[in-house]
């Protein structure tokens, strides 16, 4: 090949390459950014979505084998909110609160699900602590973990109520008693509870604050409703004056008030229809607690009624 033939093809070549590589698609440079010589990526999305809530979990026991789990969608810079994805994990052991925490140790129970704000899960062993948390991500990968929450299935007491009104003679404590285990047996066998007792004082050496060492009440483990719901944290929360959600609210007793026979801080009163078991007219009160009351009220109402009124219901504690 001759030179004057070489130097036409050269020239020809560098006619052309401008224009190939003014085309994005043949050249993955084109439209970057220089700065002081370097030359810089475009921007990419390098920032995780925003826990909703500040990342609270919401936990409800549902039953002693089983939690339910909710929570505040997260936002995200760049990712439609219904365009992120959530991943649950559980753990026996508090090492779930990263996302890479939840990847070396987690077991997923809900693996990668877009929109997405509770979960109901079962099938939890008894006695034994379980931790949950959720990672979400968006479309570019980027990661944010929740607040984990613990529970402890079986380490639950329920308050429940019957569904009979009863004056005051209710048979003493014997009596009460065997008034709950049949509403129990009849509406919430659910709970799986193996003891049932009548959440009543009735003498000096029967009160609702001894329960525990009368009857083997737990002391250390959470209060709630028959549906799940939180009314205390332990036994002792339970008597120190006020409850986090009413009776009615937890819904242990939406109707009706019930009889106690206590103070507020579960010691005995006098006015106990003589320990529940006199039906008897004017001058014979028993005392009982408010359904709608968080304060001391819900446990010592201040409404006295007479022992022949069959018009209060009946609070029963089971674990």
Known sequence: MTRPLLLLMLLGLLAVSPGCMDNPRDNPWDGWKQSGG?????????IP?????AGAIDLTVVNPTS??????KANDAVTQQEDLEYRIVQSNLDNISTPDDKDDHGIVIQNWSADIDAKTIGSLTSGS???FNIVVRDKAGNRAAYQRAVVDPLGVVY????????????????GADAKCKARYDAAFTGLNCTTVKAFISVNGSDEIRDMP????????VVIYGPTGLRIGINWADLLDGTIERSMADAGV????NYWTGSNS??????INCSGWSNDGGFSNYGEGGSQSETGSKWLQSAFLVTCNMADRTLLCVCW
């Open 129 to 131: 602590t379980y931790y």
């Open 213 to 220: 060492g009368n009857y083997g009440v737990p002391t250390n």
């Open 265 to 270: 801080n579960g010691s005995v009163t006098s």
């Open 159 to 174: 308050i429940f109520s019957t569904s009979t009104l009863y004056n005051g003679n209710l048979g003493g404590r014997s």
């Open 67 to 72: 939690v339910s789990l909710s929570w505040t």
């Open 49 to 53: 979505p925003v826990q909703g809530n």
């Open 38 to 46: 370097e030359v810089n990526p475009p921007d990419e999305d390098s």
């Open 253 to 256: 007793e939406t109707s009706y």
